[in-house]
T-cell receptor
Framework: DAGVTQSPTHLIKTRGQQVTLRCSPK?????VSWYQQALGQGPQFIFQ???????QRGNFPDRFSGHQFPNYSSELNVNALLLGDSALYLC???????????????FGEGSRLTVL | QKEVEQNSGPLSVPEGAIASLNCTYS??????FFWYRQYSGKSPELIMS????GDKEDGRFTAQLNKASQYVSLLIRDSQPSDSATYLC????????????FGTGTRLLVSP
């Protein structure tokens, strides 16, 4: 049973460019969240997708956008990249159901983005 | 004030000792609390969750929660070198969504 898979694992971009990161959730999971983890910091919540809609968003500008597909996979897009966007981008999925009781989050290994 | 605060460490303990990791949070309505372990270059992995005041034990790990003091801790008994990692405290705010707020993590070093 594959866990959460993310691609690419590493990428380098220059300021002003755009990037798309991809995530396939663990089998049986339908809710996907994205987190940004800067070096030496804890993960910060970007947004969460369920039923192909953005359900909750953290304090990130509109340059950060996402999408969820019918097969539950998800993309994170970042436009007009800044040096400060350099970070590890983590995708996390959870079990079916969208309720008030938090379940365990399964994280992928992340996509490490470097902006030069 | 940060929503979730942890001492960044490193916390150094000898093998076999008890490691004590602490976390405070600012939002009184927080309902769920988690400890994640993150090895260098790897993704976070859930090791403990706790929802009510008191202690919760799982093997060598004990999580402690005191909602009145807004304090969560993790004890690791019989620490092993393989426990060397960064431990992230995470809080689920009572928003009805699965949004975890993480602390910056405490780096634990267990020496043989």
């Amino acid at each position: 049973d594959a866990g959460v898979t993310q691609s690419p694992t590493h990428l380098i971009k220059t300021r002003g460019q755009q990037v798309t990161l991809r995530c396939s959730p663990k089998s049986g999971h339908d809710t996907v969240s994205w987190y940004q983890q800067a070096l030496g910091q804890g993960p910060q919540f970007i947004f969460q997708y369920y039923e192909e809609e953005e359900r909750q968003r953290g304090n990130f500008p509109d340059r950060f956008s996402g999408h969820q597909f019918p097969n539950y996979s998800s993309e994170l897009n970042v436009n007009a990249l800044l040096l400060g966007d350099s970070a590890l981008y983590l995708c996390a999925s959870r079990q079916q159901g969208f309720d008030f009781i938090p379940g365990e989050l399964f994280f992928g290994e992340g996509s490490r983005l470097t902006v030069l | 004030q940060k929503e979730v605060e942890q001492n960044s460490g490193p916390l150094s303990v000898p093998e076999g000792a008890i490691a004590s990791l602490n976390c405070t949070y600012s939002d009184r309505v927080s309902q769920s609390f988690f400890w994640y372990r993150q090895y260098s270059g790897k993704s976070p992995e859930l090791i403990m969750s706790i929802y009510s005041n008191g202690d919760k034990e799982d093997g060598r790990f004990t999580a402690q929660l005191n909602k009145a003091s807004q304090y969560v801790s993790l004890l690791i008994r019989d620490s092993q070198p393989s426990d060397s990692a960064t431990y992230l405290c995470a809080v689920n705010l009572n928003t009805g969504f699965q949004k975890l707020v993480f602390g910056t993590g405490t780096r634990l070093l267990v020496s043989p």
